[in-house]
């Protein structure tokens, strides 16, 4: 009888070549890199010196020429430096959804369903008795045939009414979603990186509305001491700069957005780690980064209570846990009748797919 032969595991064995190795290494670091080639290269070289990446075969020169031609890197000949491009800008979008939303399906997140009536477009496990209304394309027959089988017998076959089962069918709403990302110099203060982590879910979650919601619109604010938006592809080159956090002039520009929006379903993502700590009031910046200042929490609060009236709902992901942050969320979240979710920087990315996956998707009966 022949039993199970373990043998030492070997990552060139998995059918990727050497250049497909280096290349999963080398997008990572251009994430982290902000898209800088020449800093990723170099953290690529001190990699390779400790853990041996290359070899005689295939040298890091090799891989350098090989990205070159397969149109991952330009040469910027006015600049003098190599650049990505929109290959490498996309690859890394891709990624960055294989690498959360995959994370997502093998933790096997439920959706939270919303019940509403119409007729869907994606087929669902459960089913209800036939009602009056029902379409015919929605009975499923096998199931109703079934049913007049165990009810009647097969000798004397007839299907009646109250044998029929309906399919039950989800559709998914098109959806206008703003996300906001909080680029203040305290996203990398502490020794803790989290400006990163809100890229890799920007990235993943507009490839995921590009790719298979296509209908669906996605804009990207970034705020300051100011706010303005930001396209999809100067995502991987997002920094944090010296800015404090004007939270309201990122909410205001997001509302506008969204009011251009013909989507009946819109939405704003927040990602932010720290306080309100700014205003534009005309010229000038009104700032205070002690505390929390009742002059730019009211603002924020404000602009809640508005949204909530325009029927758009926030979605605030806060990364961070002093108490009285939270209870600033909190009210922030209550005004709005919104959502709040307290997230630690390896959950980011998993709370965010699985609640706009749960608004997307509505049961219908």
Request: hydrophobic share 35%.
């Amino acid at each position: 009888m022949i039993g199970h032969r373990f043998i030492q595991f070997d990552p060139n064995e998995q059918g990727k070549s050497k250049f497909e190795q280096l290349l999963d290494l080398f997008m990572q670091l251009l994430t982290y890199t902000s898209g800088d080639v020449a800093e990723a290269m170099q953290w690529m070289n001190q990699l390779d010196k400790q853990y041996q990446l290359t070899d005689d075969e295939y040298g890091m020169g090799d891989f350098i020429d090989e990205l070159k031609e397969k149109g991952y890197l330009t040469e910027n000949n006015e600049k003098g430096t190599i650049e990505i491009t929109a290959k490498s800008e996309q690859t890394i979008r891709k990624r960055s959804l294989e690498e959360i939303f995959g994370k997502l399906k093998k933790t096997k997140q439920g959706d939270h369903s919303t019940t509403k009536p119409g007729q869907g477009d994606e087929i669902s496990p459960d089913y209800r008795p036939f009602q009056f209304g029902d379409m015919l394309e929605q009975i499923d027959f096998t199931e109703s045939i079934r049913n007049a089988q165990i009810n009647h017998g097969i000798e004397s076959f007839n299907m009646q009414e109250d044998d029929l089962q309906i399919r039950e069918t989800d559709f998914k709403a098109q959806t206008s979603t703003v996300l906001m990302i909080d680029i203040s110099h305290s996203m990398i203060l502490y020794g803790e990186d989290r400006i990163t982590p809100a890229k890799k879910v920007a990235m993943a979650l507009s490839e995921l509305i590009q790719t298979k919601y296509p209908k669906d619109t996605l804009d990207i604010v970034v705020f300051g001491n100011d706010a303005w938006p930001i396209e999809v592809k100067d995502l991987p080159y997002l920094q944090v700069g010296p800015y404090h956090t004007n939270t309201v002039a990122g909410l205001e520009l997001a509302m506008d957005i969204l009011r251009r929006r013909k989507n009946a379903n819109k939405q704003i993502f927040m990602i932010t780690d720290g306080k309100p700590t700014c205003l534009k009031i005309g010229k000038r910046y009104y700032k205070n980064s002690f505390g929390l200042d009742r002059k730019v929490v009211n603002r924020c609060i404000n602009l809640a209570a508005q949204c909530k009236k325009l029927k758009i709902p926030i979605t605030t992901f806060m990364i961070a846990s002093d108490p009285y942050l939270q209870r600033f969320v909190t009210e922030f979240t209550e005004t709005n009748n919104g959502k709040a979710f307290f997230a630690s920087l390896d959950k980011l990315g998993a709370f965010i797919f699985k609640d706009f996956e749960s608004g997307k998707r509505k049961t219908v009966y």
